[in-house]
């Protein structure tokens, strides 16, 4: 049986242009400083990270970095959890976290901590989405594509239960969908 797409918030052409302006940023801030490394939180963050990643005009190395904190489906446990580490050391590098979204802000929190105390050269984030009204801990996002309100995003990385994250544009997921 085929099931209702998911309603379009944000189209292929939208994003496309918002990644492109991201990377035009990062671009001419870090024009320069040498190479940064793109670290993207799994599994959410590999469609953006693949995207910024390649219309950077700056030298860059890709890690990837695995976090779990909503343990029990969709309801957030509290704890955040390190699921695979980084392969190579960032200590004086310039890293850039990408992630796909922030939420309560647990999870970014988490992990600008842990990744400051391995001494990095300077650390940035940039974030697709963020449920401003939800985050509940102070966060500081360098690069934004988009804020939004409380609803359940799929599409473009973002899942629900594991389903949609390959759509190509960012879908809003309705109870009853
Ligand atoms: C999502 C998202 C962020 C986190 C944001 O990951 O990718 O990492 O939740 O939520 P927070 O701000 O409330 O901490 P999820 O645990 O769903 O895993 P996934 O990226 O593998 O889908």
């Given at each position: 049986m085929s099931r209702k797409l998911p309603e379009t918030l944000f189209s292929e052409a939208q994003i496309a242009q918002r990644v492109d302006e991201i990377a035009a940023q990062i671009s001419s801030d870090y024009a320069g400083k040498g190479e940064i490394v793109l670290l993207g939180v799994l599994k959410g963050a590999f469609i953006f990270l693949a995207d910024i990643s390649r219309r950077l005009t700056i030298p860059r190395s890709i890690e990837f970095i695995a976090v779990s904190?909503?343990?029990?489906?969709?309801?957030?446990?509290?704890a955040v959890r390190l699921v695979m580490d980084v392969?190579?050391?960032?200590?004086?590098r310039h890293v850039i976290v990408v992630e796909d979204i922030v939420d309560t802000g647990q999870t970014i929190h988490y992990l600008i901590d842990m990744l400051k105390s391995r001494g990095p050269a300077s650390i940035r984030t940039c974030v697709l989405l963020h449920k401003e009204h939800k985050t509940e801990i102070d966060v500081d996002i360098d690069y934004l594509g988009f804020t939004i309100d409380d609803e359940w995003v799929v599409g473009y990385g973002l899942d629900f239960a594991e389903h949609d994250?390959?759509?190509?544009y960012i879908g809003v997921v309705k109870p009853d969908d």
């Open positions: 904190n909503y343990e029990h489906g969709s309801t957030p446990s509290g392969r190579e050391s960032i200590q004086g994250r390959t759509l190509p």
